[in-house]
T-cell receptor, first 113, second 114 residues
Framework: AQSVSQHNHHVILSEAASLELGCNYS??????LFWYVQYPGQHLQLLLK??????LVKGIKGFEAEFIKSKFSFNLRKPSVQWSDTAEYFC???????????FGPGTRLSVLP | SAVISQKPSRDICQRGTSLTIQCQVD?????MFWYRQQPGQSLTLIAT?????????ESGFVIDKFPISRPNLTFSTLTVSNMSPEDSSIYLC???????????FGSGTRLTVV
């Protein structure tokens, strides 16, 4: 069965600091990988996704993620965070089109102004 | 990408009652999923709703508690039956869009059981 782990439960950064959120998954086959963000009081929004090809994926709002197959990892990065990036970040995987997601436990990011 | 309208957005219900949550999509989709997000936790899949067949439930979720309907390719409902305070959660529907391989989530229904 698939599983997803996220390294940090809560990350606190100052504005302009660099961000890296870890995500590791457990699955033996081909997977699709996603990062979702949930701003306070709002619904899930897709930040970026990886299906195949270039393992470095760029998403919205300056976020990017790198798929490292040998490490079963899909870490999320942003070179300079803003206060508005304060949110909950979820890594998720699925085994292909039409398959359900398995979500990680989430990482809460707090950016201090 | 598909646009999902999920209703109600929130509700406060008495224990022992039932609530039906609706998920309307602006395009035909094959796969629809229902998730639960308990307070402070991640999302957990409840069931997969396929048009023309019974929903497939994940371990720990049963049809008597969470009956699902999927009458057509643009609509689904999830009912939370005989509610207790432990059912207080956000319930979300999600659709998988063929071709674009996109996945869209509804805005969620925040349920509080008192």
């Amino acid at each position: 069965a698939q599983s997803v782990s996220q390294h940090n439960h809560h990350v606190i950064l100052s504005e302009a600091a660099s961000l890296e959120l870890g995500c590791n998954y457990s699955y033996g086959g081909t997977v699709n990988l996603f990062w979702y963000v949930q701003y306070p009081g709002q619904h899930l929004q897709l930040l970026l996704k990886y299906f195949s090809g270039d393992p470095l994926v760029k998403g919205i709002k300056g976020f990017e993620a790198e798929f490292i197959k040998s490490k079963f990892s899909f870490n999320l990065r942003k070179p300079s965070v803003q206060w508005s990036d304060t949110a909950e970040y979820f890594c998720a995987v699925n085994a292909g089109y039409g398959q359900n997601f398995v979500f990680g436990p989430g990482t809460r990011l707090s950016v201090l102004p | 990408s598909a646009v999902i309208s999920q209703k109600p957005s929130r509700d406060i219900c008495q224990r022992g009652t039932s609530l039906t949550i609706q998920c309307q999509v602006d395009s035909q989709v094959t796969m629809m999923f229902w998730y639960r997000q308990q307070p402070g936790q991640s999302l957990t899949l409840i069931a997969t709703a396929n048009q023309g067949s019974e929903a497939t439930y994940e371990s720990g979720f049963v049809i008597d508690k969470f009956p699902i309907s999927r009458p057509n390719l643009t609509f689904s409902t999830l009912t939370v039956s005989n509610m207790s305070p432990e059912d207080s959660s956000i319930y979300l529907c999600s659709v998988a869009e063929q071709g674009a391989q996109g996945y869209t989530f509804g805005s969620g229904t925040r349920l509080t059981v008192v």
